[in-house]
């Protein structure tokens, strides 16, 4: 999963076209090469081709640190050097008159459409993490709740990983925009979206919900670890400055959060749910605590709590 804001993403996807029609514009000399006998550009004889080349400084810059985590980025270099590999074996036989042979030039066909769908990968990767962030945190979208948990309920019941699930809520979040204005509290809902997105584990998800809520997937961990990951979380967040105000005073926020479980045998709506009314009692409680999912516990403020998991299944399209 991508990491970053729409803005970052945007920019890895023009940059990412503008480097795929780089790679066509290569493609189309090296044909010219071959088939017209055009002396070919020097560099792409040398060893380093792939390197060297407009694709591969775009692959290899500093600026694509972004992709380095991404199954399809990675199986890309792979192909893109094996690709120049064989172009310059068959522009040193076209060079020299030897007949190109066809199992040369086949499989430098088959290694050019396998690069193409490595790039269309990527990009259809880019395309829909662009398309389902949250558009003013960068943080997932509530679209895409119900098919990620359901991915994790699957291994969960296949036995292969155990996963938590917390409900966040910013404390009084009303009163910051009451106080500051809605242009400064969303500066703050921003940085808050950006503590916790940057200090959760690589492979945690963390999604908007609405507002100023938020879930955050947790794989691999039992409650009790769940538990110590997100109270280490509301603590860090609590003492983090957030934005300034216009009086120059730093802003801070504190959070409330329940954690639960993603149990096998529920639906990730029922998950929801117990995230949500463990979130609620520990508003009730006091608020800028953490708070588990027991059945053992009820309380008045857990009143109307299952519209949410309704709702999310409407925003889900189930």
């Known amino acids: 999963m991508f990491r970053m804001d729409p803005a970052q993403l945007q920019q890895m996807l023009d940059e990412l076209h503008q480097a795929a029609r780089e790679h066509e514009a290569w493609q189309d000399n090296l044909v010219r090469s071959i ?15 792939h390197v060297n080349c407009p694709f591969g400084q775009w692959y290899y810059g500093g600026s694509q640190r972004g992709f380095r985590s991404q199954p399809a980025f990675v199986a890309i270099e792979a192909e893109h050097a094996r690709l120049h590999g064989l172009a310059s074996r068959v522009l040193r036989d076209a060079a020299a008159n030897v007949p190109i042979s066809t199992s040369d030039y086949d499989e430098l066909l088959a290694g050019s459409a396998q690069l193409r769908f490595q790039i269309d990968v990527l990009r259809r990767d880019l395309e829909s993490a662009l398309r389902n962030r949250d558009a003013l945190t960068g943080v997932h979208g509530r ?21 938590c699930l917390a409900f966040m809520d910013i404390d009084r979040f009303k009163d910051v925009n009451d106080a ?10 921003k940085a808050a ?22 879930l955050i997937l947790l794989p691999a961990v039992h409650i009790e670890g769940a538990h110590r990951l997100i109270d280490r979380l509301r603590a860090g967040l609590e003492a983090s400055p957030l934005a300034t105000s216009e009086a120059g005073e730093p802003l801070r926020v504190t959070a409330s959060f329940g954690v639960t479980p993603l149990e096998p045998d529920l639906s990730p709506e029922e998950s929801v749910d117990r995230a949500d009314k463990a979130l609620l009692l520990a508003k009730a409680a006091g608020r800028n605590r953490v708070i588990r999912w027991d059945p053992a516990v009820t309380t008045a403020a857990l009143q109307g709590a299952p519209r949410r998991a309704a709702d999310l299944g409407k925003a889900s399209g189930s």
């Not at 098919?147 to 990983?161: F, H, I, M, T």
């Not at 979206?193 to 938020?214: M, N």
């Open 143 to 163: 679209v895409e709740i119900i098919p990620v948990l359901q991915e994790a309920l699957d291994l969960g019941r296949r036995g292969l990983q155990q996963s």
């Open 193 to 214: 979206a950006h503590y916790v997105g940057t200090h959760l584990r690589s492979y945690d998800k963390l999604f908007r919900y609405g507002g100023d809520e938020f």
């Open 180 to 189: 500051h204005g809605h242009r400064l509290g969303d500066e703050v809902l």
């Open 35 to 49: 088939v017209c006998r055009v002396p070919p550009a020097s560099d792409d004889l040398d060893a380093d081709a």
